[in-house]
């Protein structure tokens, strides 16, 4: 037995024996690290498998606690396997159409990509109004790419705290890591070039490769460690493959997160095969335990790894503003973004440098954390009290989206006209591959609705679910 499945059998059955009863604080990494003198690798990898088994969360800055709902999870999906090598990509028709639906306001939006607006602070409207009012015209001279000096400088302090150094000038500001993404592509592929992606992933992705005409490598993935290192290390080792897009951290619709070790490897097998990685990072401050987790990017020795990030899904989603520190590509992902779109539109670089400057970042940003840490909770147990037994779901730690795997009779994209009729968005599980795969998965946003919305969407959708798969025919 390893020393972390020790540990976790110790805690399990302190729990099973009532010594350790509901609500219970659980003994504390740096207390277990000392007991048993192992690192706080091991012991978190412990919690985060009791965490799995449903006996015990996490709860932002407080630790970790006994589970007080008596319901049991449901399990966690397998890995998601690739059945084909590599292909074009046809899937916009169809993303088009979700996307539309995400518009119209129904009652509980589990199938948004947003947070609930109310979430963001009220302040960043004075920063808007102060920076419309103080920009003078000559001065958005200085937001021509690679963007405000003084938004970089702050982006690169933030990066300190996670411990590594990427200074301003490693950083160009874009509109969005969408913007990001797509040039940090065109500055490392040509139309017709292969690139590796997880699966499922985040459908924009697919939209830009099929767009861009380029082909899609599905590599097999772990609804809990992320992409299958030694599946890509394959794909890289053929030269087949001439980039990678992942989001590594709370993955886009898993919400899984790479353990640190394997995000090390990444960045090494980009340096090994020289071939580009491009970390969507869009996530990466929604994190629900005590650190914020290492990037890929953290561990780039030789500038390999083009690492994307954005204030859209923590602080500001309607300012478009993200950026790329793409390292050895900076200078093409530069000239890139001038022939793009030129520049992000300077009023919205300096809101966020007037607010970020002020402070209260770090109070929103925890706040935000508690909310989407609390809705993931309460999404877990009703998904989990509510759904058909032999249904499977994801485990986030962070970000505000999982995925639930349905039986297998039960086909997801009439499951979600169904449910868009009965007032709950979803979003279908084909959407989130090149091969429009997942036809009985779909993803589920738990940070756009209320508490008692997520009580009562899951009922609905668990009504559905049941009555379709009780059909024994596909709904
Ligand atoms: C994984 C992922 N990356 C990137 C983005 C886009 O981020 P932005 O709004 O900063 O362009 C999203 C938005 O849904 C996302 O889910």
Not at 15 to 23: M, V
Not at 77 to 93: D, I, M, N, W, Y
Not at 442 to 465: C, D, E, K, M, Y
Request: aromatic share 8%; net charge positive.
């Amino acid at each position: 037995m390893t020393r972390y499945q020790t540990i976790a059998n110790e805690l399990a059955s302190m729990i099973a024996k009532g010594l350790l009863r509901a609500e219970d604080r659980v003994p504390s990494v740096r207390s277990t690290m000392r007991k048993h003198r192992v690192n706080p690798g091991t012991v978190l990898r412990a919690y985060r498998d009791l965490e799995a088994q449903g006996l015990i969360e996490s709860r932002p800055r407080s630790g970790y606690f006994v589970r007080s709902s008596g319901v049991k999870r449901l399990a966690e999906p397998k890995q998601f396997k690739v059945t084909r090598r590599s292909g074009a990509v046809l899937v916009s028709e169809l993303i088009f159409e979700v996307f539309e639906a995400m518009k119209q306001r129904v009652l509980v939006q589990f199938g948004s990509a947003f947070v609930n607006p109310e979430l963001f602070p009220v302040e960043l409207n004075r920063a808007g109004a102060s920076a419309a009012r103080g920009l003078k015209p000559a001065a958005t001279l200085e937001y021509l790419p690679p963007g405000s000096a003084e938004l970089r400088r702050l982006i690169a302090l933030r990066y300190l705290d996670s411990g590594h150094i990427v200074g301003p000038d490693d950083i160009v500001i874009t509109t969005g890591a969408l913007e990001a993404i797509f040039l940090c592509l065109r500055a490392v592929t040509r139309s017709g070039d292969t690139v590796a992606i997880e699966t499922p992933t985040f459908y924009a992705t697919l939209q830009m490769l099929e767009w861009m005409g380029l082909r899609a490598a599905e590599i097999a993935t772990d609804p809990r460690t992320g992409i299958d290192l030694d599946a890509l290390k394959l794909a890289f080792a053929s030269g087949a493959v001439k980039a990678c897009v992942v989001i590594p951290t709370f993955q886009n619709p898993l919400g899984s997160c790479m353990p640190e070790e394997h995000k090390r490897a990444l960045a090494r097998l980009a340096e090994r095969y020289r071939v580009p990685v491009i970390e969507d990072a869009a996530y990466a401050e929604l994190y629900f335990g005590a650190t914020r987790p290492r990037s890929v990017k953290s561990f780039d020795r030789a500038g390999w790894v083009l690492h994307c990030g954005s204030l859209s899904k923590c602080l500001a989603p309607g300012y478009r503003i993200g950026w790329a520190a793409p390292g050895r590509f900076t200078r093409a992902v530069w000239e890139s973004k001038i022939m793009s779109s030129l520049t992000t539109a300077p009023v919205c670089q300096e809101a966020l440098v007037r607010y970020m400057k002020r402070g209260g970042f770090e109070q929103h940003l925890r706040r935000l954390r508690q909310a989407l840490s609390e809705g993931c909770r309460e999404m877990l147990n009703a998904v989990s009290s509510e759904f058909p037994a032999d249904c499977r779901m994801t485990r986030p730690d962070g970000g505000y989206m999982l995925w639930v795997e349905l039986p297998k009779t039960v086909d997801a994209l009439t499951l979600y006209r169904l449910a868009q009729t009965a007032g709950v968005s979803i979003a279908p599980g084909p959407i989130f591959s090149a091969q429009r795969k997942y036809p009985n998965c779909i993803r589920l946003n738990f940070g756009h609705a209320s508490i008692p919305q997520i009580r009562q969407g899951v009922s609905t959708l668990a009504q559905l679910v049941k009555s379709a798969a009780g059909a024994g025919k596909p709904c």
